[in-house]
């Protein structure tokens, strides 16, 4: 690509609308689009096609400043266009048009914020993806460079949807969470008193006793109030390991904490 016709292209357009060369700018487009039905109309009207010179100059510099040709813009339609195209029929399929509440994981509310906010945040996504789609349809018959911008913000917008919706489902909750209480293993690191944790890992472990502990009582009490007696023992039984480590550590645990355990049948 030749970087000095590139650097002539920004100089033409950084210098004042009525400073510029109006014959300067219309030799440079020709090089860039070689229609010369369009330069000698350039010629022959002078300024009063300044805004259309711009506008050819501004479309091809995009290209150049991305190190893009005419053929690349070409293969990139070939390549983002299908591949948007499968991002729509996965929304559609996905999200039934009369709630905005299908296709969601079936634990979404339990999920933390910031990932539920991956799949509520598609919607707007999807929104754009879907206006810049159809923008482009009606470019069709446009140059490849006139339809290079809209490619290239359909591109970033289809990404972002991928990387959110592909973090969201693959998202793994903490295995020290309690949600489920029928888990044959309860993964919680403990060391034994021969390898004793150092102060950052025991912090660590206290912490996570800690809001395990306290996203526990709620779903202990909701298993209570169910009346599913077999779950709520398991649930104290890990409540309670959590609570010890606590206090092997020598950390405090506060007496509104052990006042509501204690009204959920765990006495420390």
Known sequence: ??????????EWLNTPTDDRNIAVGAELMLKLNRNRVLYQNVISKGCRMMGKVEYELKKYLRLRLD????????????????????????????????????????DHDELPAEIQQL?????????KIKALFEELKAMEKQQPCDRYEKLKLLHEADKAYREALTKYDSYVKERNSPEDVDDKEDNF???????????????TQIGNA????SEGKGKLKKLIEEGN???ADALRAKIVER??????????????????????????
Not at 1 to 10: A, G, H, P, V
Not at 73 to 81: A, K, L, Y
Not at 119 to 127: A, E, I
Not at 210 to 213: A, D, Q, T
């Open 119 to 127: 799949w509520d945040g598609n919607f707007d996504r999807y929104t």
């Open 243 to 268: 609570a010890r480590i606590i206090q092997q550590a020598g950390a405090p645990i506060s007496d509104d904490t052990l006042a509501e355990l204690s009204e959920l049948g765990i006495n420390l």
């Open 229 to 231: 007696e077999t779950k």
């Open 67 to 106: 190190n893009k040709t005419i053929a690349d813009v070409v293969r990139m339609q070939t390549e983002i266009v299908p591949r948007v195209e499968e991002t729509i029929a996965h929304f559609t399929e996905r999200v039934a048009p009369e709630s905005e509440y299908s296709g969601k994981r079936a």
């Open 1 to 10: 690509m030749d970087e000095k016709l590139t650097l002539q292209i920004q």
């Open 210 to 213: 800690r809001k395990y502990i």
């Open 189 to 203: 690191p403990i060391k034994s008193e021969e390898q004793p944790l150092d102060p950052a890992e025991l912090a």
